[in-house]
């Protein structure tokens, strides 16, 4: 079966600054990889997936993360961040036929600080 | 745009009471899911149905039961309420040809 971990409980950034939230995945062969973000008192939102080809993969809200296979990580990186990046952020897996049943990690809180 | 609506944004109940979450979705989605949602322990799946009366157990089933008698409707269970089942509950709908999972704003119980 598939896991996630995702390192980083809480992060802390000031505004402008750059970001880097990890997730490190455990699955035999290549995975579906998703991250999607959590406002406050909202639902998920997809901000990326990496299902094959190019392992740098392009999202919404200028995000960007980037599939490594020998290390098993899907990194979600944004080169400056914005106050209202503030929110909680989930990596997810899935795998193999049931693509669409996915395994979410524990989450990562931002905090931006102006 | 796809949506997903939850009937309650707040519940509060009482042990032992019977509760029903409802999630509608609007795309004709095949998949839809049941997740709940505690700090520190992510999502996990409590059920998912694949179509109409087809269901299928999560993770974390216990004490739950999940009906489908539509499609854009799937409806969440608690047959007895109990306090550890104070927390948010997220329902989501799946687009097969981008494995997307689309999810509605949620619904905090609070069961006392």
């Known amino acids: 079966a598939q896991s996630v971990t995702q390192p980083d409980i809480h992060i802390t950034v000031s505004e402008g600054a750059s970001l880097e939230l990890r997730c490190n995945y455990s699955y035999g062969a290549t995975p579906y990889l998703f991250w999607y973000v959590q406002s406050p008192g909202q639902g998920l939102q997809l901000l990326l997936k990496?299902?094959?080809?190019?392992?740098l993969v392009q999202g919404i809200k200028g995000f960007e993360a980037e599939f490594k296979r020998s290390q098993s990580s899907f990194n979600l990186r944004k080169p400056s961040v914005h106050w209202s990046d503030a929110a909680e952020y989930f990596c997810a897996v899935g795998a193999g036929t049931n693509a669409g049943k996915s395994t979410f990690g524990d989450g990562t809180t931002l905090t931006v600080k102006p | 745009d796809v949506k997903v609506t939850q009937s309650s944004r707040y519940l509060v109940k009482r042990t032992g009471e019977k509760v029903f979450l409802e999630c509608v979705q609007d795309?004709?989605?095949?998949?839809m899911f049941w997740y709940r949602q505690d700090p520190g322990l992510g999502l996990r799946l409590i059920y998912f149905s694949y179509d109409v009366k087809m269901k299928e157990k999560g993770d974390i089933p216990e004490g739950y039961s999940v009906s489908r008698e539509k499609k854009e409707r799937f409806s969440l269970i608690l047959e007895s309420a109990s306090t550890n089942q104070t927390s948010m509950y997220l329902c989501a709908s799946l687009a097969v040809n981008s494995y997307e999972q689309y999810f509605g704003p949620g619904t905090r119980l609070t069961v006392t």
């Open positions: 795309m004709d989605h095949e998949n």
């Open positions: 990496y299902f094959s080809g190019d392992t």
